[in-house]
């Protein structure tokens, strides 16, 4: 699912910034991927306390029996 999810952004963030820059300018499609790389870096340093370790991650009873 992770490779997934990383495909479909990564080519979501290829189309966006070409298109941004195309309309807009290049500096506008640079500054909109420095503002989106901060704030999600901000979410997940802010988040780090509420994780859980793999090993601590265990299924329901009955689960993949």
């Known amino acids: 699912m992770t490779y997934v999810l990383g495909g479909i952004s990564g ?3 290829t189309f966006l ?3 941004l820059s195309q309309h807009y300018s290049t500096a506008f499609a640079l500054w909109t991927g420095v503002i989106v790389l901060v704030t999600v870096a901000t979410i997940m340093a802010t988040n780090l306390g509420r994780s859980a370790r793999i090993k601590e991650i265990c299924p329901p009873d009955g689960v993949g029996l």
């Open 11 to 13: 080519a979501l963030g």
């Open 17 to 19: 910034a070409g298109w």
